[in-house]
């Protein structure tokens, strides 16, 4: 093979292996963003983040493996890649450290559970649907703005917006 040729065999690897990694960074991206708070009371203290990532997967609840439902998961720092990895529906939120989950199409309230302080403080509950006020539902994309103050109860104060892309469908719950 001449010289010449071996030159543009390694330009076509490489402008390949350049376009492989912009559709990976692409698709690691492809989540969603989030704005706004989540605080909540603890016993050391206040905690208060900012969510600034939004995710949405679809796949059977956990509860009833049956029922297909929509995932949303908004978090503190990027779980695109671990979210791409998952097989399951369990697997989706397991390294949310700083966020929340919200279930929706599970019933007729809005399950949500949320991660503080790398999981090392929890809480979960139940919403009114109304708390989630939507701008865009369609089967690839949620957006919209989620507020409730479950404070009374011991829960948190949500006041977050996000724009959330479908980022996994999954088979199986666990």
């Excluded at 009371?41 to 049956?66: C, E, H, M, W």
């Excluded at 439902?69 to 397991?94: E, Q």
């Excluded at 966020?99 to 509950?125: C, E, F, I, K």
Aim: net charge positive; with cysteine; proline share 3%.
């Amino acid at each position: 093979m001449s010289r010449a040729a071996r030159a543009r065999r390694a330009i076509a690897r490489s402008a390949a292996a350049i376009a492989a990694l912009v559709f990976a960074t692409h698709a690691l991206a492809a989540g969603g963003t989030a704005k706004g708070t989540l605080t909540y009371q603890s016993k050391g203290g206040t905690i208060t983040i900012s969510p600034a990532f939004a995710y949405l997967v679809r796949g059977p609840d956990a509860v009833d493996n049956v029922k297909l439902i929509r995932h949303l998961i908004l978090s503190a720092n990027d779980l695109g890649g671990r979210i791409a990895a998952c097989r399951t529906m369990s697997c989706t939120d397991a390294d949310l450290g700083d966020g929340m989950t919200v279930d929706l199409d599970a019933g007729p309230r809005l399950n949500y559970w949320v991660a503080l302080n790398d999981q090392r403080v929890q809480y979960s509950g139940t919403v009114r649907s109304a708390a989630l006020t939507l701008t865009a539902d369609t089967p690839t994309r949620l957006a919209g703005k989620l507020v409730f103050d479950a404070s009374a109860a011991g829960g948190p104060k949500v006041e977050i917006q996000f724009d959330a892309a479908l980022v996994k469908e999954l088979k199986q719950a666990r």
